[in-house]
């Protein structure tokens, strides 16, 4: 039987090679983002089949017209990838901006996790991985605060459904990938500049994909980012604030 993998956010960067991996692996895509010519342009170069549906995930509505398009076909990994970040001071930063960042970063990642897994739960078995970041595994992102606060909330909701699965014996997979720094556009549309050096979307991906199929729940994809994170853990928090602070404002600034 066919099998789906349904990536959001597929028309560039890690969404991309998501797609470019998935469709060596044989899955058939259903391939969501705003730019359709992006997504077909991708699709042209995939040997596998794909479907191409355009929507923008910051309205709900759009969702859920996207959740009722696969809700009854056998999906079985579904990849919450689509995001925006943007950098500056809190008081200054657009609101606008921010309240589609929450709905895009937040409440559509929920929504297709919590229909996902009710889908997937019936079946016992499938897959959802939701992108979020390292910026999610610290305390909190001064000039990136919006962005740092919805990958807390993405990692948070994320590890709590992994335990609850894991506490009923369930096959179903849920994890949250959670890079450092990724050449993609992302830096273009954040409007940052990173202070680390980058890994490419494939790296990412690929790393992503094997850690998913050995249920990893969270998947870090760099060494630096991981040692990071675990030497993190011992250090005070308001003090890993003021480092976090230091390094946000040398990528505005700079
Ligand atoms: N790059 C990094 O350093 C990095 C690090 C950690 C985590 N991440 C996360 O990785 C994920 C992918 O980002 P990326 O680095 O690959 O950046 P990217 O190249 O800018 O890709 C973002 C994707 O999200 C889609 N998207 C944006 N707004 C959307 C909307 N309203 N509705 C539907 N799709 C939308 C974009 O497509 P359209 O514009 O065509 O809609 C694009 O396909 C994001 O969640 C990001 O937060 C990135």
Redesign the pocket.
């Known amino acids: 039987m066919k099998k789906y993998a349904v990536i ?8 991309a090679a998501f797609a470019k991996k998935l469709a060596k692996q044989g899955y058939a895509l259903i391939l ?4 359709k010519a ?1 997504l077909d342009n991708l699709a042209k170069q995939l040997p596998t089949e794909c479907e191409v549906v355009p ?4 309205d709900i509505d759009e969702c859920k017209r996207i959740y009722k398009y696969i809700a009854d076909k056998p999906v079985e990994i579904f990849i919450n ?5 943007d950098c500056g001071p809190f008081l200054v930063n657009s609101l606008d901006k921010e309240m589609q960042m929450i709905q ?2 937040i409440c559509a990642v929920h929504f297709f996790t919590k229909r996902m897994l009710q889908k997937m739960q019936k079946a016992d078995c499938g897959y959802v991985l939701n ?1 979020a ?2 910026a999610g595994l610290l305390p909190s992102g001064p000039y990136m605060a919006t962005y740092y606060a919805t990958k807390s909330y993405v990692a948070s909701l994320t590890r709590a459904a992994a335990m609850e699965l894991k506490e009923c014996n369930s096959n179903v997979y849920i994890g949250c990938l959670c ?4 050449n ?3 830096n273009h ?1 954040a409007n940052v500049t990173f202070s680390l050096k ?1 890994i490419s ?1 494939n790296t990412c991906a690929a790393y992503a994909l094997k850690q998913m199929k050995k249920h990893k729940t969270v998947i870090i994809p760099n060494i630096r980012i991981k040692s990071m994170v675990f030497f993190g853990r011992f250090l005070p928090q308001s003090f890993l604030i003021r480092l976090v602070s230091k390094q946000q404002k040398k990528k505005i600034y700079s």
Not at 8 to 15: K, M, R
Not at 32 to 35: S, Y
Request: hydrophobic content about 40%.
């Open positions: 959001t956010g597929a028309s560039s960067g890690i969404g969501i983002a705003r730019r992006r929507a923008d995930l910051a990838n689509a995001g925006i970040g895009l970063n992108v970041s390292c890079p450092g720094p990724v993609t556009e992302f549309t980058g979307a």
